[in-house]
């Protein structure tokens, strides 16, 4: 038992929890969208198309939240203008604008030569040094993402269920997936400082993922993705503390391997039912 | 006076390479009740789906009540019933969520859904016998189910004019028979139906019109009593396409 509660003695711990479980909830709802709207690459290009911004406000002493929204605000305008090109594909344009991001943030951090930037940081995250007020900051966050999350509820449904007839219902599509993109913004904002703009994509998606293949409704996905993403942060503070393992590495690590026990346990529970009919 | 609910002129639409519509003109007005009939292929579809601006046109023009799709907003107006369910991806939605987003058009945008949202979904459910499913995921319903989530939909949102693409092929009888009824109580409304077909079959009395397509042009207009003769020429199997 005091293997579990060990670390969570030491204050800095207790506030990467807090931080890891507000980032947790945000990700189940903006991830359960990504999951189900095959947002995947987009969520994935977004996060590390953070990097220039948050080098720059890093670079200049500025808020770092600031430079990744509005790193991400170039991302998708250049994801928008880009996918009206009939002759590109989607997924073309977002890996150009997702390795270019990349590229320009490796390239300002490394022109720096300054300590004040630590790539190892941006990338990986830091979720020990999350501060209380940063904390405040992550509430924030959660309440515009469940507010969002619950009045775009309706739009985003019929977006992602029908997207060639959505307008017939008098959905704004564009407007909606305008919403839906800033939702995964906030989200990949908010979670940067905790997993990193490498591995937030993994506590974006692993856990909607994960309950995708369980859950039968959408609010029951975003509630179990918020259940996994919380166990992933406990489990993974835990197996790094003891382990000596970067947190923000093993709280992704820890999502993504529930993920793969869950796609097991659910590819033996379709096996099941049939072995029954063959037998009886 | 007022605008016609649809006008097609000269409609061309071209896909892949090949004319799916020839110029086609057709208006139809306010309480028509529109049967669309030909063979496969010949582009019925095709021209229902252009009518709301849901294929290009190659050339010509459409409106709806007056306005093209691109600056029609009045959508409250239109309940689309497509051919069948697209749900890509899985998506989990329940029969409830998706009936309810028939409702988009006549709710203030991020406002929760008021008692007049909750009663016509839950008519429109009880109007299409699935109001015992409303919590279950539409990939679970029949194919013939979930063509009455998608008309229930449709009756959800009390527009003035209906839209169907075949709602009754591959439908099964029970089905059929509720759909008939619901197309017998709108019409009695005076409302305005646009419907695809392949035979008018038990929706036969409350039709006003015909029209019947060939390889992309109209070939008859007029009074249900055209179809009896046009049937001989529309059979299932006949290859329009050389």
């Not at chain 1, 830091?126 to 775009?152: K, Q």
């Not at chain 2, 799916?20 to 229902?48: C, F, H, Q």
């Not at chain 2, 759909?179 to 139906?193: C, D, H, I, N």
Request: aromatic share 4%; with cysteine.
């Amino acid at each position: 038992m005091e293997w579990l509660v060990d670390p969570f003695e030491v204050s800095f711990v207790r506030h990467a929890l807090a931080g890891g479980i507000l980032v947790s909830l945000i990700c189940a709802l903006a991830g359960t969208w990504v999951v189900l709207r095959g947002m995947a690459f987009l969520g994935d290009a977004m996060s590390h198309g953070l990097l220039p911004g948050v080098a720059i406000a890093a670079l200049l002493g500025g808020g770092l939240a600031v430079g990744a929204a509005l790193s991400a605000a170039a991302m998708a305008l250049g994801v928008t203008v880009l996918g009206r090109s009939p002759r590109l594909s989607p997924d073309t344009s977002i890996g150009l604008l997702f390795a270019g991001m990349l590229a320009l943030g490796v390239i300002i951090v490394s022109h720096s030569r300054s300590f004040a930037v630590d790539l190892t940081g941006l990338l990986f995250g830091d979720v020990l040094a999350v501060r209380p007020e940063e904390l405040t900051h992550l509430a924030v966050a959660l309440a515009v993402a469940a507010a969002v999350s619950v009045l775009g509820h309706r739009s985003f449904v019929a977006l992602t269920f029908d997207p060639r007839t959505a307008h017939t219902l008098g959905l704004g599509p564009r407007s909606a997936h305008a919403l839906l993109l800033g939702l995964v913004t906030l989200a990949v904002v908010a979670s940067f400082h905790v997993v990193g703009t490498l591995l937030v994509f993994g506590l974006l998606i692993a856990p909607a993922a994960t309950m995708l293949l369980w859950a039968r409704r959408i609010p029951s996905i975003m509630l179990g993705a918020a259940v996994l993403g919380v166990a992933s942060t406990v489990i993974g503070l835990i197996l790094s503390w003891h382990l000596g393992t970067a947190a923000g590495a093993t709280i992704t690590a820890v999502a993504v391997s529930l993920f793969f026990l869950g796609a097991t346990a659910a590819s033996l529970r379709d096996r099941l039912p049939r072995t029954r009919a063959v037998t009886g | 006076m007022s605008d016609p609910v649809f006008r097609l002129s000269e409609g061309k639409v071209t896909l892949g390479g090949r004319p799916v519509l020839r110029g086609v003109d057709l208006v139809v007005g306010p309480g028509e009740v529109v049967a669309v009939l030909g063979p496969n292929g010949s582009g019925k579809s095709t021209l229902v789906r252009t009518l709301l601006g849901l294929v290009p046109l190659a050339s010509g023009s459409v409106e709806i009540y007056g306005r093209t799709p691109q600056r029609f907003r009045d959508w409250r107006r239109i309940g689309y019933v497509p051919q069948r369910l697209t749900a890509g991806g899985g998506v989990p939605a329940t029969v409830r969520e998706v009936v309810a987003s028939g409702r988009i058009a006549r709710q203030r945008r991020f406002l929760p859904a008021s008692a007049a949202d909750r009663a016509a979904v839950r008519d429109a459910l009880a109007e299409v016998e699935l109001a015992d499913r409303a919590g279950d995921p539409v990939q679970h319903l029949s194919g013939g189910q979930q063509q009455r989530v998608l008309i229930a939909r449709a009756l959800a949102g009390q527009p003035d004019t209906y839209v169907m693409d075949e709602p009754t092929a591959g439908v099964d009888a029970a089905s059929q028979q509720a759909l008939a009824a619901s197309m017998r109580r709108v019409a009695g409304e005076g409302k305005t139906v646009v419907l695809v077909a392949h035979e008018l079959g038990p929706l036969a009395p409350v039709i006003t019109r015909v029209v019947v397509l060939t390889d992309g042009e109209i070939v008859k207009d007029g009074p249900p009593s055209i179809a009896d003769t046009s049937q001989e020429h529309c059979h299932p199997h006949e290859s329009v396409w050389p």
